[in-house]
């Protein structure tokens, strides 16, 4: 963690008000008519838990565990560009086509969903945020599995929570299942833009060198 912390540091902070402040500026004015997401029938399935509330903020437990292990500066400018380009994507759709859920009464709820509720407006809902930072953070542990103890158990413990959050979402009826869909696919996109393009130029200098050392023989 002690590694480059100033920056880790500084960048927790520059892409949590990067994403945080269009996301609730947005959520306040809505510019073009708003679409109501349907419920569908995993949503109905589902039913609702206030209580999963407590999963669902965890999210922001989740988030940093991956940069604050990333070990070289590279990962952690690629980690900053995949989190600014899921905003930016994100916003484009929040800006444009707005959209909300139906919040179901909260006369049963905790103090902590109330407060949620609260802060939290039923607008920009697709894609889903939440699920798109939740998948892109567990894909980015897994640059970082490799240089701790035990991987599979901790890939596994990543994997389980973010899906654990995933469905806290569709459980506190913060999202439907079609906003959750739309956050898988952004937030793999994002990790495979900045992350995959690395490996396949690593795949192409390893070519190139093979290719000549062919040609010296």
């Known amino acids: 963690m002690r590694a480059h912390l100033g920056l880790k540091l ?21 510019l073009f008519p708003v679409t109501v997401m349907s419920e569908g029938a995993l949503d109905i399935w589902l039913g609702f838990s206030p209580h999963a509330v407590w999963i ?21 400018r690629r980690y900053a560009l995949g989190v600014v380009g899921m905003s930016v994507i994100a916003d484009f759709f929040f800006l444009f086509w707005p959209t909300a859920v139906v919040r179901f009464s909260n006369q049963t709820a905790n103090i902590l969903y109330d407060a949620l509720v609260a802060v939290d407006m039923p607008l920009n809902a697709f894609p889903s945020l939440h699920a798109a930072m ?5 894909l ?3 640059q970082i ?18 899906g654990a959050i995933i469905w806290a ?19 793999v996109t994002s990790y495979g833009c900045v992350f995959g393009v690395r490996k396949l130029k690593e795949r192409e200098s390893w070519l190139k060198l093979a290719r000549r050392e062919e040609w010296t023989q």
């Open 140 to 142: 980015c542990c897994e």
């Open 145 to 162: 599995f490799s240089q701790i103890r035990h991987p599979a158990i901790w890939r596994g413990v990543i994997w389980t929570w973010a």
């Open 10 to 30: 500084a960048f927790a902070v520059g892409l949590n008000l990067w994403a945080f402040v269009p996301y609730f500026w947005l959520q306040r004015h809505a």
């Open 56 to 76: 669902y903020l965890s999210l922001f437990l989740l988030m940093p565990v991956a940069p604050m292990q990333m070990q070289n500066t590279a990962q952690l």
């Open 134 to 138: 939740a998948v892109f953070s567990a």
């Open 169 to 187: 979402m569709l459980a506190t009826k913060q999202h439907v299942a079609l906003d959750a869909v739309g956050g898988i696919v952004l937030g």
